[in-house]
């Protein structure tokens, strides 16, 4: 069993990094033993432009089967000989995910003491698995790595390359890259989804194995669009372990959302408190500054990512240029509270066909937001952690690719004006992150350049002659269409 791990480099971050991140150096040669057989840790190349380890893992058939842990799927016992004679030895698996936590625990961990910076730094990643046992095929193996940001390589090994025509074998030829990926997250990818593939756990699958995996999946798990199948393969069919973690990854969830229950300090001044006297609500502000730069731009089937209570999505319905807006959020709880405040169930049936609220993670490449004419992300992006941003750019400019995309964030320099705000903090307990007007637009255009797409900037709110507008706009208008846009 083999899997290489490479990346490349630049001057500022040499591609010898890669030994630090898994805490082995690349010019020994290692091995470890484990309950299968020996791991070795070995780099075939290693310079500041290219760095390769691979993970050899040589299973010792013999001691699987004492063990007891050698039988085939669901624990039935083999014939005699297929104890002896079988795939474990070369086919990728799940032992070659517990020999990779064994032998990478602190790397999986994120931890890196050495250089404790690293573990965060996204870099350019390729992984190679020569034979990978995929049970659902290769068009399975995309469908677990796509939507995580991997562009997937996987080829059926074919059963015997002299007989042709006696088909593949189960077995596909696995490689991952991607430009911007931790190195953490790619172990923990792999962690759950190579057994996944294989289907057939070697070992028995206690209760801590829902702590693995909902530590391994932290952070991609809850919102993949194969959750379910990802949770009970790996907990291989054990039915009430599946249900616990499901239910667990459902915690995940509403712990998100009561996060998104905390209002901003913007919005908390907006409630109840539209008196003559009192200025607009920068909330309210935002929204007129959104539908002005939508109806601007020409849209009329706009998406509403990331939409909280609904707010946006109900100002929008009240003008029938807007032929079909669709709110999008994580939280479940955000959206029923939004569903209530548009009254669904009770919406005439012209009007119910114009609005939809979605369930999904802006941080998945999502086939349902394909085909509109514009995007709004408002005060949603500082919600994210900086690393999950490339996976959210990714879904919104390179995949769905409306023709109109706005975001909206609080400019970090306007904080000195809130009078309400302590010095130093940000606006919001969620926030992840609140920019500077240069940080924006050096984001902003970069997104732009990337993706085909030209970004202008729109102050709203009161623009203060120092600090700028509390809240900061980018438009951003496709100049390069890459794919036909849907009629
Ligand atoms: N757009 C609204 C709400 C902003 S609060 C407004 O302008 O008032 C941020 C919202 O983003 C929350 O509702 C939160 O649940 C949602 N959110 C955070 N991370 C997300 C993700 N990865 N995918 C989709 N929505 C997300």
Request: proline share 7%; aromatic share 6%; net charge negative.
């Amino acid at each position: 069993m083999f899997l290489t791990i490479t990346t490349t480099g630049t001057p500022e971050r040499p591609a010898t990094e890669l030994g630090f991140l898994l805490h082995k150096h690349p010019e020994k040669a290692q091995a470890f033993s484990t309950s299968y057989g020996t791991a070795h840790v070995l780099y075939p190349e290693a310079d500041a432009e290219r760095c390769t380890a691979a993970l050899l893992l040589e299973v010792d058939a013999v001691a699987l089967v004492r063990r007891g842990k050698g039988k085939g799927r669901g624990g039935a016992p083999d014939a005699a000989l297929a104890q002896y004679v079988n795939d474990r030895p070369y086919a990728a698996s799940s032992l070659l995910a517990v020999a990779l936590s064994g032998v990478f625990s602190s790397a999986m961990k994120g931890v890196c003491n050495a250089r404790p910076e690293l573990p965060a730094v996204p870099r350019p990643l390729r992984i190679a698995v020569p034979a990978l046992p995929a049970r659902g095929g290769p068009g399975l193996v995309r469908r677990l790595f796509e939507p995580l940001g991997w562009t997937v390589t996987a080829e059926p090994v074919p059963l015997d390359t002299e007989f042709p025509q006696w088909g593949d074998s189960r077995y596909v030829r696995l490689e991952l890259e991607s430009a911007d990926r931790t190195l953490v997250e790619a172990l923990r990818h792999l962690y759950v989804l190579l057994p996944v593939l294989d289907d057939a756990k070697h070992y028995w699958v206690s209760s801590d194995e829902v702590d693995k995996l909902l530590r391994a999946g932290e952070g991609w798990l809850p919102g993949h669009p194969e959750q379910k199948l990802i949770t009970s393969r790996y907990l291989s069919r054990r039915w009430s372990l599946t249900r616990q973690a499901t239910e667990r990854l459902e915690l995940v969830r509403l712990a998100e959302a009561d996060d998104s229950e905390v209002e901003e300090i913007d919005n908390a001044v907006e409630a109840e408190t539209e008196t003559e006297e009192r200025p607009t609500p920068l909330a309210v502000q935002r929204r007129e500054a959104i539908t002005a730069a939508l109806k601007a731009s020409g849209a009329a089937r706009v998406l509403d990512l990331g939409c909280g209570q609904g707010q946006l999505v109900q100002a929008l319905l009240k003008d029938p240029a807007f032929t079909e807006i669709v709110g999008l959020d994580v939280s479940m709880r955000a959206l029923t509270i939004a569903s209530r405040r548009l009254k669904l169930d009770r919406m005439g049936e012209r009007q119910a066909a114009r609005v939809k609220l979605l369930q999904g993670s802006l941080a998945y490449t999502d086939h349902r937001l394909k085909g509109y004419d514009a995007a709004v992300l408002s005060e949603v992006i500082e919600h994210l952690d900086l690393p999950r941003l490339p996976a959210l750019e990714y879904a919104v400019f390179g995949a769905a690719r409306p023709r109109t995309v706005l975001v909206t964030t609080p400019n970090v320099e306007y904080n000195v004006r809130w009078e309400s705000l302590p010095a130093g903090h940000v606006r919001h307990g969620d926030h992840r992150f609140e920019w500077t007007r240069a940080e924006f637009r050096a984001w902003a255009e970069a997104v732009a350049e990337r993706h085909g797409y030209e970004a202008e900037f729109i102050p709203v709110g009161p623009d203060d002659p120092e600090v700028g507008p509390p809240t900061q706009m980018a438009v951003f208008t496709q100049t390069t269409p890459k794919e036909a846009k849907a009629a």
